[in-house]
């Protein structure tokens, strides 16, 4: 079984039992969730946890619960209020499917999911390391992270805002849980503070790079492709890499970026080649 399997049997088995009276809002999250990606977040965690010589079956409880910090920021995106996007990864939109008040529920209970299931196996032996790498994931997520980098986006719509404005946004809605996912792989294993910071900074790097090549890729790939609708950013009136600098030098920077991280793996001893590859397939993708 490879690890995307694994991956994806372990967001199963988390999914909640049959029930009568909520399943509609069950299958709302079980729509989103299992509705593929190519779950760069568990990847992250996962690893990092086994190149610091961690087992990975420790880690999946964090891989699993960031991929549905990371589902529930997605169908919250979509909604009319946010980016009113019908598509996602190729299919309608939760709300489409389910309706704008089950979309929104479904949001809130696969976030509180992933920290039930982020704590699912914790121990005497493991508390501190769990505790750590769920306060690492609540920080990220929330008002200092994802959901703060969402609020400047929306307050950004229709102006012209600078470059260190939108560094600021992608830092937060895009990088923060990227990051976090690199961190929380590092803890779980018990790594040291420096593997942590290293991580941190690759996590920042790719994170960024992430969302200047998806500037790009709303510019220049085909819906078919991408699995969303594309020329959004431009139909919202928002400020983009590609706007600000255009796409020769966006394309510049997904590189140096991409090289800027995987000079933070060097301080790894293990082997590193997944991760080098995943950084190097993220900036070269076509959707």
């Not at 493991?126 to 969402?150: D, F, H, P, T, W």
């Not at 140096?256 to 000079?263: D, R, V, Y």
């Amino acid at each position: 079984m490879t690890l995307n399997e694994k991956i994806e049997k372990a967001l199963k088995s988390y999914i909640p039992p049959e029930n009568v009276y909520v399943q509609k809002l069950y299958d709302a999250m079980e729509y989103s969730l299992v509705a593929g990606g190519k779950r760069i977040r568990p990847l992250l965690v996962l690893e990092f946890c086994r190149l610091c010589g961690g087992d990975i079956e420790d880690a999946m409880p964090f891989a699993c619960a960031v991929e549905m910090i990371h589902t529930y920021s997605l169908i919250h995106d979509d909604l009319p209020c946010m980016d009113n996007d019908d598509y996602r990864r190729g299919k309608p939109s939760n709300h489409k499917v389910f309706g704008e008040d089950i979309a929104l529920l479904a949001g809130d209970a696969l976030q509180a999911l992933a920290f039930k299931t982020a704590t699912s196996h914790i121990t005497d032996k493991n508390a501190s390391r769990v505790a750590r790498a769920v306060n690492n994931l609540a920080y990220y997520c929330g008002a200092e992270g994802m959901v703060g980098g969402q609020v400047i986006d929306l307050e950004s719509e229709g102006k012209n805002v600078g470059i260190e404005r939108l560094r600021e946004m992608d830092r937060k809605k895009t990088g923060a849980i990227i990051k976090s996912a690199c961190e929380m792989g590092c803890i779980i294993a018990g790594a040291d503070e420096n593997k942590i910071e290293n991580a941190r900074c690759f996590g920042e790097n790719i994170g960024l790079a992430f969302q200047i090549k998806d500037d790009i890729l709303d510019v220049t790939a085909e819906q078919e492709k991408l699995g969303k609708p594309v020329g959004s950013d431009l139909e919202n009136e928002k400020s983009t890499y590609v706007s600000l600098l255009g796409i020769e030098k966006c394309s510049e920077l997904v590189q140096s970026l991409t090289q800027e991280a995987l000079k933070n793996l060097e301080s790894f001893d293990g082997d590193s080649e997944t991760l080098r590859k995943l950084a190097l397939s993220l900036a070269e993708r076509e959707y």
